[in-house]
Each structure stands twice: as C-alpha cells, then as structure tokens.
C-alpha cells in the first residue's frame, strides 16, 4: 500500500477516534449523534454544491450506505449506555477489519497478499484484547457492539463499491453523507420529537464540530478505498482505537494497563505489515 495512504488513513483513525470521544463523554448521545449529523449535511450539501454528482451507476450504493449507516449510529449509541469507550470501541472496531475483508472478497472480488492478510489478522485480534478485563471479556454491550461491527462492515462495503463505480469518489462521499445527515434527525423526531432535537443544549457546538470531523476522517477512508484493497484500508482505519485508548486514559478517565501496551504493540506490528 502507498505510504501516503497509510498516512491519510492514520490520519483519519485519529480524527476517528475523537469524534468517537465527544460521543461517549456526552450525557444524551444519541441527540449528540443527531447533532453531529445535522452537520455533516450540512456541509455536504455545500460541498456537493462545487462537485460534479458520481455516476448513476453508485447512487443506489449512497442511499444503501446512508441506511446502514443510520444502524450503524443507533447500535453505536445504545452501546454506550452501558459500557465504557475502552470496550465498545475496540469490539466494534475490531470485528470490522475480518468481515470487510471478507465481504470485499464476496462482493467486491478483491483478492489480499498473505503478508496483508496476517496483518489485518494482527491489527483485529490486538484491536478485540484491548476489551479484556483480565482474562474474560466481559461487557453488557457485547451484542450492540458486535452489531455495530457488522453495520460498520456492511456500509465500508457498500461505499468502497461504490465509489469506485462513482468515479469521483469525493463527489460520492459528501452526496452519502448529505443522505446520511438527513435521515439521522428524521429517526431522531420519529423515536422523540424535533423541539428537543433543536433545543440549544450545552455541547452543541462540541457535537457539530465533532460531526465536521467525522465527516473528514470519512472522506479520507473513502478515498484510499478507491485506491488500496478494502480490508487492509478498514485494518489500517481501525487504528484509530490506539487513539481512542490514549484519549480515554488522559479525558475519561479509563485505565491504560500493561495488557492494553502489549495489545498496542500487536496492532503497530500489524500496521508495519500492512503498509
């Protein structure tokens, strides 16, 4: 793989992992997601305003996505009601890498070099220990962050395919973040009403910059998909739970043990390998 793709994904596993913190730190997560969505619309639909539109042939595959991905964020908040960023996030983000890998080699056709392939085994499996407390794996969130695994490797599927049917990928990117950030705040008012999702809260403006970011860190991943084999993109993307570990220990007050240091090193190896 590029090294300058290695480096825009590791670049977005950060911004990944923060957004990911403004989250859990929020006291109502799932207005804070919503927030976070109303902005991402926002900017995209600016920023499609200066693009072409993708091909026809990937509008199917945005609207696909921005479903997905709406799953995606109610799986990701209910498992946040009962457990903590250093479990969840590493659950979640590490079954992801194996099952692209293996969607892309369904639906995709993609094919990965042996080498590529124990890397991405290395980055998942040092992803999933870092949610070991001692020797068992305890967590009350266990089924939701497990879906929400399958919804993040579902929706990396669907935009890996089609952006590159698309053949501007950016274009594709913001017009399925536009889909995205609509449909979020139309579930919102469905599962509560719109006076309290447009109430003005404290964290408001923390929540719109974090969607801001999320937006960024996830046109770069949609941009090295087009360009380097989807599973070995999503391992290299689900890095981001070093930072996320990091970020927990200094703000959120998570413990950063010796078992999570060696689990770190597994994920570096398998990065090495991989790029």
């Known amino acids: 793989m590029p090294i300058h793709i290695v480096l825009l994904v590791l670049f977005a596993a950060l911004l990944h992992a923060s957004w990911n913190a403004l989250l ?3 006291a109502d997560r799932l207005w804070s997601m919503t927030v976070m969505c109303i902005a991402v619309a926002i900017a995209s639909v600016i920023a499609a ?12 595959y945005a609207l696909l996505s921005a479903l997905l991905h709406v799953g995606y964020n109610l799986f990701l908040v209910r498992s946040y009601r009962v457990g903590d960023l250093g479990q969840v996030y590493p659950i979640s983000r590490g ?11 369904i639906f995709a056709g993609e094919t990965i ?4 392939l124990f890397g991405i085994a290395l980055v998942s499996g040092g992803i999933i220990s870092l949610a070991f407390r001692g020797r068992k794996l305890s967590v009350p969130s266990l089924p939701y962050a497990l879906g929400t695994g399958c919804f993040i ?32 705040p ?33 046109g770069i991943v949609i941009y090295a998909m087009n360009a ?28 950063l043990t010796t078992r999570r240091l060696l689990a770190c090193a597994v994920i570096a190896s398998g990065i090495l390998i991989i790029g």
């Open 24 to 26: 859990r730190g929020g």
């Open 49 to 60: 305003a200066f693009m072409p539109p993708p091909s026809s042939a990937s509008w199917g």
């Open 95 to 105: 079954s992801s890498p194996v099952l692209i890998t293996l969607g892309a080699a």
């Open 113 to 116: 070099a042996p080498g590529t």
């Open 153 to 184: 490797a579902a929706y990396s599927v669907t935009d890996g395919i089609g952006a590159r049917l698309s053949g501007a990928p950016l274009s594709y990117t913001v017009w399925m973040c536009a889909l995205w950030g609509v449909l979020m």
């Open 186 to 218: 139309v579930v919102y008012i469905g599962l509560r009403d719109a006076r309290s999702l447009f109430s003005v809260r404290p964290g408001m403006l923390t929540a719109l910059a974090g969607g801001l970011v999320s937006l960024l860190a996830y």
């Open 228 to 255: 380097a084999p989807l599973g070995a993109v999503s391992a290299l993307r689900e890095t981001s739970v070093l930072f996320a570990a990091l970020i927990g220990y200094l703000f959120l007050g998570e413990k």
